[in-house]
């Protein structure tokens, strides 16, 4: 039994390992925005990660999306979902913690939230990838001075490192960067964030690349466990393991939601 559910443009998971028999109560709400390309279908692109952090008891909302140039207008639209889904549970006396968790493109959308993170507990942020957008779409830095364009993202990188550093008030913040991850900026990040007031933000590395926790697990989902990759599996653990850990720290439970 697949216990994904879609509302609207979040796909949700409740806590609790892959076929339980009944659900558990969540100790927490995660909310998630995916990547580049990835990001239409998380609860398929990143559905080992997202199924392992359900199986230790957080409830799962899931963004999906197609990227755009303009960062700020999905920022604001994936905080307004997420918002409307905290608010019917709240209306229904569901109120848990909430942990938002970004892969590349997705804690960029998570930064530039119009509440600054203040309506979370923490952020954790998996290969922060802010490049430009011809970096980012080689395609377009051959097109665009052909067409006599110029296209970048809204806001452009090193805005964005400003207005994290004028506007984003969440100090628990772990940044998670994989060993071989070219497209990682989480050290530029960091040095941001540790510069605000009472920062307690942490970067962390771990084995990897930037698909490493997009490992979806698809010849599990068409042939059955048998066919899995228990290394792979096993590498998605401590990953899950590790962003659980550090969530659950003393200061996780002072929810600003």
């Known amino acids: 039994m697949n216990r994904w559910q879609q509302q609207g443009s979040l796909w949700c998971l409740s806590p609790g390992r892959p076929n339980p028999v009944e659900a558990a109560d969540p100790i927490g709400v995660v909310e998630f925005?995916?990547?580049?390309?990835?990001?239409?279908?998380?609860?398929?692109?990143?559905?080992?990660?997202?199924?392992?952090?359900?199986?230790?008891?957080?409830?799962?909302?899931?963004?999906?999306?197609?990227?755009?140039?303009?960062?700020?207008?999905?920022?604001?639209?994936?905080?307004?979902?997420?918002?409307?889904?905290?608010?019917?549970?709240?209306?229904?006396?569901?109120?848990?913690?909430?942990?938002?968790?970004?892969?590349?493109?997705?804690?960029?959308?998570?930064?530039?939230?119009?509440?600054?993170?203040?309506?979370?507990?923490?952020?954790?942020?998996?290969?922060?990838?802010?490049?430009?957008?011809?970096?980012?779409?080689?395609?377009?830095?051959d097109l665009a001075p052909r067409l006599g364009l110029r296209t970048e993202f809204s806001p452009s990188p090193e805005e964005t490192l400003r207005l994290v550093g004028l506007h984003y008030r969440?100090?628990?913040?772990?940044?998670?960067?994989?060993?071989?991850?070219?497209l990682d900026q989480s050290r530029r990040l960091i040095g941001v964030l540790q510069q605000r007031p009472d920062d307690a933000s942490i970067l962390q590395e771990r084995p990897g690349d930037h698909l490493t926790p997009a490992s979806a697990g698809l010849r599990q989902n068409l042939l059955g466990a048998w066919a899995d990759d228990p290394a792979r599996q096993r590498q998605i653990d401590r990953l899950a393991d590790q962003i659980t850990d550090w969530w659950l720290g003393p200061a996780s439970q002072d929810s600003r939601s």
Not at 43 to 61: M, V
Not at 170 to 182: V, Y
């Open 33 to 141: 925005i995916g990547g580049t390309v990835l990001a239409a279908s998380p609860q398929l692109s990143y559905r080992r990660l997202l199924e392992a952090l359900a199986a230790r008891g957080l409830a799962i909302r899931a963004w999906s999306y197609v990227p755009g140039f303009n960062h700020q207008s999905q920022a604001t639209e994936a905080w307004r979902r997420f918002r409307a889904a905290r608010e019917a549970s709240s209306a229904q006396g569901g109120v848990q913690p909430v942990l938002r968790l970004g892969h590349s493109l997705g804690c960029k959308l998570h930064l530039l939230a119009p509440d600054g993170g203040r309506g979370c507990s923490g952020l954790a942020a998996m290969s922060f990838n802010n490049f430009s957008a011809d970096r980012s779409i080689p395609l377009l830095a």
């Open 170 to 182: 969440q100090p628990r913040n772990l940044l998670i960067r994989f060993g071989t991850d070219a």
